[in-house]
């Protein structure tokens, strides 16, 4: 089955500076990659995705780039503000139409005023 | 994006016994999922809720212990039978329009 690993587990960042996050997956079929971000307490949050047919996305501060041949895709943010202060998943589709996701193991990203 | 409710939003049960946790969507939907967070983890999928048959269940979930109903396409239930404090966690269910996922707010679940 797909296996999605998610790099770094922690990430502290200094307020207006850049983060970012990676993942990398076994399965070269897959062809969808979203990112959602989980604040404490509340449900995962689709904030950008991207599909194989395209090497980046990008919306307003936050951006993800795609590497199929290598199999990993990463998540920029720039600019961070301390409400970026959260948990971000990757996930990727198991296989093509299953529109099941297996997830990485998140990354709990702390903003620094 | 679809409006997804779960009912409850958190039990404190006691081993043994077992919670249905219910979700609605605001419309219809083909597929929906439940995931188990435990604390401080990823999200896990426990089986596709497949609307007039049987749930498809993940490696590791098993219909007797995670019961799933999905009697119409706006409804769905997963019981978690026989509870032990392992199942504490918080259950998710989810709906796909085309790839997107959307989650409910969840229900946190103790058990004692």
């Known amino acids: 089955g797909e296996n999605v690993e998610q790099h770094p587990s922690t990430l502290s960042v200094q307020e207006g500076d850049s983060a970012v996050i990676k993942c990398t997956y076994s399965?070269?079929?897959?062809?969808?990659f979203p990112w959602y971000k989980q604040e404490l307490g509340k449900r995962p949050q689709l904030i950008i995705d991207i599909r194989s047919n395209v090497g980046e996305k990008k919306d307003q501060r936050i951006a993800v780039t795609l590497n199929k041949t290598a199999k990993h895709f990463s998540l920029h943010i720039t600019e961070t503000q301390p409400e970026d202060s959260a948990v971000y998943f990757c996930?990727?589709?198991?296989?093509?139409?299953?529109?099941?996701?297996?997830f990485g193991q998140g990354t709990r990203l702390t903003i620094n005023p | 994006s679809a409006v997804i409710s779960q009912k409850p939003s958190r039990d404190i049960c006691q081993r043994g016994t077992s919670l249905t946790i219910q979700c609605q969507v605001d419309?219809?939907?083909?597929?929906m999922f439940w995931y188990r967070q435990q604390p401080g983890q990823s999200l896990t999928l426990i089986a596709t809720?497949?609307?007039?048959?049987?749930?498809?269940?993940e490696s590791g979930f098993v219909i007797d212990k995670f019961p799933i109903s999905r009697p119409n396409l706006t409804f769905s239930t997963l019981t978690v039978s026989n509870m032990s404090p392992e199942d504490s966690s918080i259950y998710l269910c989810?709906?796909?329009?085309?790839?997107?996922?959307?989650f409910g707010p969840g229900t946190r679940l103790t058990v004692l």
């Open positions: 996930a990727v589709e198991m296989w093509q139409g299953a529109q099941k996701l297996v």
């Open positions: 419309s219809q939907v083909t597929m």
């Open positions: 399965d070269s079929a897959s062809n969808y």
């Open positions: 809720a497949n609307q007039g048959s049987e749930a498809t269940y």
């Open positions: 989810s709906v796909a329009a085309g790839d997107t996922q959307y």
